[in-house]
C-alpha cells in the first residue's frame, strides 16, 4: 500500500506491512508547502523482543516500508543526467535510509534520506531529510512487523553558511538537496545538536537539532602520513622535460613539464668544443652505422652537409660510438641545428625541426620566466654526463662548469637545484672540493642504474663492482656522507613481478631521498599488472616511500603525486570542481566518502569511515577519520581493510568508545550478491600492517530465521541481498537493528522486476557485546 504522510504531532502515516512487490504508481501526496517541522515526541514505540538464546545471528524481528513510500513536499525526480523534464513523483520519496539513529526525543528511531535518485545530477529536486520512524518488529507473535512514518527534519541553510552555490540558492529557507550533499550517516550530540557525514566533499555538516545548518561544511584533510623520508610531499621530476610529448631537451620540453606541473625539470648536460655546457643527453647527437645511416638522433646535424667533416668514431665509456659529438661543435655552430625526437617510431616527428638546444643559462632563464608566470617555485636538477670521457676527451670538468654557471645565474637555492650522476668520483669532488670552492652546498644524488652496470669511473679504475655495490645498507650510509639522496633504477623499488622490495625503506634508514627513474606512460614500458595505466605504477612507487620521481610525463606524475599529496581528500563531486579552482585534485573515488559516520559515546569524538579507498592509500584499505567536537582537530584513527570480495564499507555504529560495528559489502545484488556483513573493529587492536583487527559479527547473507519472519526466508536462511546496506543501530547487548538503503527507485534485490523495499531486521547474537552505557538506552 502506498502512504500518504502529513507532518506533526499528530499525523503519523499508514503502515507498511510485510511482504510483497511495492506498486509501481507514486503515491499521491498533498502539495502542502514544505515545512521543516522538528521531530515530533509523539508517543511511537519499538517493541521489545523476547526471544532466547540463540547460537548464530538470527532474526528475531521483520518489518519491511514499500518502496513507494512518500512524505510532503515538491515533486520530484524530474532530473535525469543534469536535465530537467517531468517531475516522475508527486512528492518527496521517504526511503534510501543511509543512516539510523535513536529518536532523542522519543521512543522510535529517526532515519536519515541519502541524497535521493542514485546521483548529484539527478537529484536537485530531492530535498535531505531526517524522518522520525517507529517500528514494530514483526515476530511469530505480532505476525507482520509495523512501520510507522513521522514527521521530519528538513536539512536547510538559511544562515548562507554553504559558501558556494547551492541549489535553492535564492530562497529563504535554502533547503539543501541531493545535488548539494550526499548525506550517508549521521549522530546527534549530547548538546543536542546534529552531525552528518556527506559523501561529495567529504564534509561534515554541522546542524541545529531542528536542521538548521549552524557552520560551513567541514573539509577532510589529508592525514596520509606520506611514507617519504620526512613526511614531505613527494617532488615530480621532468625528466628531460616533458619528453613524452615533445623532443627532449628543449625549452619547449622544459615549459611544458613546467606547465603540467612538473616540479624540477632535469637537464643533462654536456660541453660544446667552447666550453659551454648544453642540454643533451649524449655527448653524441646522432648515432651512424657506417653506411652513413642514422640509428639514433636528438638533432638534425646528419642532414646538415656543412658538418660532414665532424662525423667521426669515439670510444664512450668503453663503448666506440660512430657519430656527431657536442664536444667538436662551438655554441654557435650547435645554435644552427634544430631538435628531433629521439623515439620517432612512438612519439612521432610532429615537432622535429623546431626547437634549438638550449644552453644551461638558458634553461635557467626559462625556469625564472615560467615561475613569474606560474607563480610556482621550480627547481632544475642537472646530470654531468659522462663525467670521466668529458674529462679526457672534451676536456672540460664539467662538474665545475656546472658549479661556475649556477654560481654566475645566481641560481643556487639548495631547495631548488640536485645535482645527479652516474659516477660516483664526481659527486665526491663536487662535495668535498669544488662546491665548498665556489661557497656553496647544494644536494648531490648518486645515481645508480641496473645491477648488470658499473659507474664508469669505477670501470675505467679497474675497479670490477656493478651498481649492486652501492645498494648495500653499509654502501647507503656511505652514499650519505657525500649524497642527499639515491636515484635508483626503477626495478631496485619495484621489482620486475611487480614487488615493492625493501629498497625505499633501506635507504631512508640511511637518511637518503630516493627519487627512481624513468617512468614512461607508453604500454611498452609498464609491467603487464598494471593493465595500461602509467599511474598505478606511480601510486606503486608514491606507496613504496619515494620521494619523487623521474617521469617524461610530468602530467601524469603531477596528477598522481597531487592526489597523493593533496591537502585535503576530495572526490569528483567536491564543489571545487564546479566551481573551476584549477588546483582542484579529486584523490576519492565518487561515492566513496564518510558513508559511515557516528559519534562516540562519550560524546566528545566523531567518527568518520570512508566508503574508499583514498588515492596512494593501499587498496582496499579505508580510512577511519576521528574528528574531536571539542578541540575542531581531525587525526586519522587507522584503516579498515575491506575483506577479499568487499567493495566498501555501508554503516559505522559505536558499541563503546573503542569499538565500532562496520557494515560490509560487495557491489552485487539479488543473485550476485555475495558479501554483506557485520565487522566489529577494535580501536586499540591492529594487525602488523596498521589495520584494525576485524571480528566477524554477521553473515547478512545468511542469518538463521527458524520462524520465517521474512517472506524471503527459504529453509530457515534469510538473506539480506541488497547493494546498498547503509543502517545498523545496536538495540541491547545481543541485539541489532540493521535496515538496507534501497536507492529508490531500484530494483533487484528481490527480483529484477521488483522494486527494491525498504526492509528493517533485528538480529540477536549468539555472543553479547560489551556497551558502554547509553548505546542501547531503550
Ligand atoms: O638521471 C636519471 C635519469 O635521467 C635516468 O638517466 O639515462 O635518462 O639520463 P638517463
Ligand atoms: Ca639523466
Known amino acids: 500500500m502506498a502512504l500518504t504522510l502529513s507532518l506533526g504531532l499528530s499525523s503519523l502515516g499508514a503502515s507498511a506491512l510485510g511482504g510483497g512487490a511495492a506498486p509501481v504508481t507514486p503515491a499521491p501526496v498533498p502539495s502542502a508547502p514544505i515545512s521543516t517541522a522538528p521531530i515530533s515526541t509523539a508517543p511511537v514505540s519499538t517493541a521489545p523482543i523476547s526471544t532466547g538464546p540463540v547460537t548464530r545471528p538470527t532474526l528475531v524481528g521483520y518489518a519491511e516500508m514499500k518502496a513507494d513510500t512518500f512524505a510532503q513536499g515538491p515533486a520530484s525526480g524530474a532530473w535525469n543526467g543534469g536535465l530537467r523534464g517531468e517531475a516522475r513523483f508527486s512528492g518527496q520519496p521517504v526511503q534510501g535510509f543511509s543512516g539510523v539513529q535513536r529518536d532523542p526525543q522519543g521512543q522510535g528511531f529517526v532515519f536519515l534520506s541519502d541524497n535521493g535518485f542514485g546521483a548529484k545530477n539527478n537529484s536537485a529536486d530531492y530535498l535531505l531529510r531526517l524522518y522520525r520512524v517507529a517500528l514494530t518488529p514483526g515476530t511469530p507473535a505480532a505476525q507482520a512487523g509495523r512501520v510507522q512514518v513521522g514527521s521530519f527534519i528538513g536539512l536547510r541553510d538559511p544562515d548562507r553558511k554553504v559558501p558556494w552555490q547551492i541549489v535553492n540558492e535564492a530562497s529563504p529557507e535554502r533547503l539543501l538537496t541531493g545535488a548539494d550533499f550526499d548525506v550517508e550517516g549521521f549522530a546527534f550530540a549530547p548538546d543536542g545538536t546534529l552531525w552528518v557525514g556527506d559523501e561529495f566533499g567529504p564534509f561534515l555538516l554541522h546542524f541545529s537539532a531542528d536542521g538548521r545548518l549552524l557552520e560551513a561544511p567541514i573539509s577532510t584533510p589529508n592525514l596520509a602520513g606520506l611514507p617519504t623520508l620526512r613526511g614531505q610531499a613527494p617532488i615530480v621530476i621532468g625528466h628531460r622535460g616533458s619528453s613524452g610529448t615533445r623532443p627532449e631537451h628543449t625549452l619547449e620540453a622544459y615549459r611544458v613539464a613546467i606547465e603540467a606541473g612538473a616540479d624540477f625539470i632535469e637537464p643533462d648536460l654536456v660541453v660544446t668544443k667552447d666550453g659551454v655546457l648544453v642540454a643533451r643527453h649524449e655527448p653524441v647527437i646522432a648515432v651512424v652505422d657506417k653506411d652513413g645511416k ?84 621550480v627547481g632544475i636538477y642537472p646530470e654531468t654526463k659522462h663525467p670521466v670521457y668529458m674529462n679526457e676527451v672534451a676536456k672540460f670538468n664539467t662538474s665545475q662548469l656546472l658549479i661556475d654557471t649556477l654560481v654566475k645565474e645566481k641560481f643556487t637555492d639548495p631547495a631548488r ?117 602509467p599511474e598505478a605504477e606511480m601510486r606503486q612507487a608514491f606507496q613504496a616511500g619515494v620521494d619523487g620521481l623521474f617521469t617524461d610525463f610530468p602530467a601524469t606524475g603531477a596528477k598522481v603525486a597531487g592526489q597523493y599529496a593533496a591537502p585535503e581528500v576530495r572526490s569528483p563531486q567536491h564543489p571545487a570542481f564546479a566551481q573551476g579552482v584549477s588546483s582542484a585534485v579529486a584523490n576519492l573515488p565518487g561515492s566513496g566518502g564518510f558513508e559511515g559516520f557516528t559519534i562516540a559515546p562519550g560524546g566528545k569524538v566523531a567518527y568518520g569511515l570512508l566508503e574508499k579507498a583514498v588515492a596512494g592509500d593501499p587498496a582496499g584499505q579505508l580510512r577511519l577519520m576521528r574528528y574531536d567536537l571539542g578541540t575542531r582537530q581531525w587525526t586519522l584513527a587507522g584503516r579498515y581493510a575491506l575483506e577479499q570480495g568487499g567493495e566498501a564499507i555501508g554503516d559505522l555504529t559505536p558499541v563503546s568508545d573503542s569499538q565500532l560495528l562496520v557494515i560490509e559489502r560487495d557491489g552485487g545484488q539479488g543473485q550476485t550478491a555475495r558479501l554483506k556483513r557485520l565487522y566489529l573493529i577494535d580501536l586499540g587492536a591492529k594487525n602488523a600492517d596498521g589495520t584494525f583487527k576485524k571480528t566477524l559479527v554477521a553473515d547478512l547473507m545468511a542469518l538463521a530465521d527458524p520462524r520465517g519472519l521474512a517472506p524471503s526466508t527459504r529453509n530457515g536462511v534469510f538473506s539480506f541481498p541488497y547493494v546498498t546496506i547503509e543502517n545498523v543501530l545496536v538495540l541491547s547487548p545481543d541485539t541489532l537493528l540493521v535496515v538496507n538503503d534501497n536507492n529508490y527507485p531500484a530494483t533487484g534485490g528481490r527480483g529484477a522486476d521488483v522494486k527494491d523495499q525498504t526492509e528493517f531486521l533485528w538480529i540477536k547474537l549468539p555472543t553479547a557485546l560489551k556497551l558502554a552505557p547509553g548505546v542501547a538506552r531503550n
Open 294 to 377: 642514422v640509428l639514433e638522433a636528438t638533432a638534425d646535424v646528419a642532414a646538415r652537409p656543412e658538418f660532414g667533416d665532424r662525423l667521426t668514431t669515439k670510444t664512450l665509456d668503453g663503448v666506440t660510438v660512430r657519430g656527431y659529438f657536442v664536444e667538436d661543435f662551438t655554441l654557435a655552430e650547435l645554435k644552427t641545428l634544430r631538435a628531433v625526437e629521439r623515439l620517432p617510431a612512438l612519439r612521432g616527428k610532429a615537432y622535429d625541426g623546431q626547437f634549438e638546444i638550449p644552453t644551461l643559462s638558458e634553461v635557467i632563464a626559462l625556469v625564472r620566466d615560467m615561475e613569474a608566470k606560474t607563480g610556482r617555485k
Open 417 to 533: 637545484v640536485f645535482i645527479q650522476s652516474f659516477e660516483v668520483g664526481n659527486l665526491k669532488d663536487l662535495k668535498q672540493n669544488i662546491m665548498p670552492g665556489a661557497g656553496v652546498n647544494l644536494p648531490l644524488v648518486q645515481l645508480v642504474s641496473s645491477p648488470d652496470e658499473a659507474p664508469y669511473d669505477w670501470t675505467a679504475a679497474g675497479d670490477k663492482r656493478k651498481y649492486d655495490a652501492l645498494t648495500t645498507d653499509a654502501a647507503l650510509r656511505e652514499i650519505a656522507t657525500y649524497a642527499s639522496g639515491v636515484g635508483p633504477y626503477k626495478r631496485w623499488i619495484i621489482d620486475a613481478e611487480g614487488r615493492t622490495t625493501d629498497f625505499v625503506a633501506r635507504a631512508h634508514a640511511a637518511g637518503l631521498l630516493v627519487h627512481p627513474w624513468t617512468f614512461r606512460n607508453e604500454a611498452t614500458y609498464l609491467l603487464p599488472g598494471y593493465r595500461n595505466d
